[in-house]
């Protein structure tokens, strides 16, 4: 999904492309907490910014998400992920969510409560804390997690292209990886654009900062950040996603962006396996917890 440079126009192209390769001064990096790619394709600004959520743990990740990034001309920051087992729930966490929703959608779920682990506290308030850098953005903000994997169709003119030719003006937050599910409403006359009914994963996504303050409104986030913002139908934000027709699962279109699953290696244990915790209806149980709250930590984050 390059984009069309007319053959008149190649020559000149090519010029500025090696010129901007080779520019000198030309750094990424913004202190000791960070890590950019080394690409400095022509292609590679249309997002004011990306970032990588990474643990500091996780080196080892990095380094794929560095191999992977590498080919898109994406120029990408390390985000030092939140580690949620080393950090209380404040005020933009809340470890108790319902699952009642989320088992429509997920049959291995059954309803009720559950509280959040550690690793879906963790997940959730990186994001948070990337949502209020959106908020000072005034275009678009990529957020990536360490475990995205790009496909090979991403080339370094897939995003300028892609909002030229299919994305909708009104956009305010576009999935590029994810996992949907119920009905697609595609895009008129698009086969790659469609709004999601339901579904999971935030490894790969770009945010404007309506969506992101649409989103910091309405903290905190109940339980993991990708369910809460689906069972909300993303409180009212313009939300689509993006797919190359043909491929995938059972034919449904392959995601730029996918998200490495293999056993073992995830750092998020997921709550909605788990038991359910309780019969109380939930605001009873969440006013409880915030209750016990002293200094912005959750004293029943112990014991999660």
Partial sequence: MAA????????????????????????????????????????????????????????????????????????WTRFEAVDGAAVGNGDDFDPLWDATRNAEWDRHVAPGLRRATAGERGCALSHVALWRKAVETEGWLLITEDDCRFDKRWTPGSPAYLWRTHVPKDAELVYLGFSDRGEREYVAGSEEVFRPTYGFCTHCYAIRGAAARKFLDALPVAGPVDVWLADNNWFGAQVYCVIQPGGGWQNTGRWLANQETKPGEADVRQSSRDAVVADEPVDALAGATRALRVDGVDAAAATV
Avoid: M, V
């Fill in 4 to 75: 069309y440079i007319p053959p008149h126009r190649r020559a000149a192209a090519q010029r500025q492309s090696t010129a901007q390769s080779t520019a000198p001064g030309k750094n990424t990096a913004q202190g000791p907490n960070t890590a950019s790619s080394s690409s400095n394709n022509a292609y590679s600004d249309f997002f004011d910014e990306c970032y990588c959520i990474n643990l500091a743990r996780r080196s080892d990740r990095l380094r794929k998400y560095e191999a992977s990034a590498r080919r898109t001309g994406l120029r």
